[in-house]
């Protein structure tokens, strides 16, 4: 997991701000997920991008939530107007062809932690 | 539906001791299970996984875990634990159509293991 990059490590927003967080996947690795965990809870699913395509959002709030996975360059989730309930640890996780070889276990980055003042 | 539920939100052993982390599992396909461990501040180290071939899984640091079908379970053990296990540990089922491993994860809310020495 240590070849996935998260940036930043720790984000602060004001309310009505608006957050992005990075993702920069394992080499070779086309797929990205992005998970959110809030305190005392497990991951929760929020969507599942490959290159340039969004595969499955269902786990994405409808509305101020957004993601992106474009040809080069990092994953973003943005989040827009960000209010306290936002405020949580933004993980993402990739799975591809490393070293010639296709795996599909996910593998994860350190997480982005988000604090909504 | 694919769910996890993990019994016991926090175990404590002794150093030397068994380790017993359990996670009994629901899908309406064969499953493809995980366990992951978080240290805190960090992401998700995956520890073993469970792809339909050996019941019996080992997996990094002394880890392993056994599929059990007619019990849905998938439980983590380690004979002996050490200090360094101390950290908060998470079960999860791929959620897919197919029985595949892609597709999101679905995680349990994890366990907190303590080590006491």
């Known amino acids: 997991n240590a070849g996935v990059m998260q940036n930043p490590r720790h984000l602060v927003r004001r309310r009505g701000q608006e957050a992005r967080l990075r993702c920069s996947p394992m080499k070779g690795h086309s797929h990205v997920y992005w998970y959110r965990q809030l305190p005392e809870e497990g991951l929760k699913f929020m969507v599942y991008l490959q290159k340039e395509n969004i595969i499955d959002e269902s786990g994405m709030p409808k509305e101020r939530f957004s993601a992106e996975f474009p040809k080069e360059g990092p994953s973003i989730l943005r989040i827009q107007q960000v209010v306290r309930g936002d405020s949580a640890a933004y993980f993402c996780?990739?799975?591809?062809?490393?070293?010639?070889?296709?795996?599909?276990?996910?593998?994860f980055g350190p997480g982005t932690r988000l604090t909504v003042l | 539906a694919q769910s996890v539920t993990q019994l016991g939100s926090h175990v404590s052993v002794s150093e030397g001791a068994l380790v017993l982390l359990r996670c009994n599992y629901s899908?309406?396909?064969?499953?493809?299970l995980f366990w992951y461990v978080q240290y805190p501040n960090q992401g998700l180290q995956l520890l073993l996984k469970y792809t339909s071939a050996a019941t019996l899984v080992k997996g990094i640091n002394g880890f392993e875990a056994e599929f059990k079908k007619s019990e849905t379970s998938f439980h983590l053990t380690k004979p002996s634990a050490h200090m360094s296990d101390a950290a908060e540990y998470f079960c999860?089922?791929?959620?897919?159509?197919?029985?595949?491993?892609?597709?999101?994860?679905?995680f349990g809310k994890g366990t907190k293991l303590s080590v006491k020495p």
């Open positions: 899908s309406s396909v064969p499953p493809y």
């Open positions: 999860a089922v791929s959620r897919s159509e197919y029985g595949g491993s892609q597709g999101n994860l679905i």
């Open positions: 996780a990739s799975a591809g062809t490393s070293g010639g070889t296709f795996t599909d276990t996910q593998y």
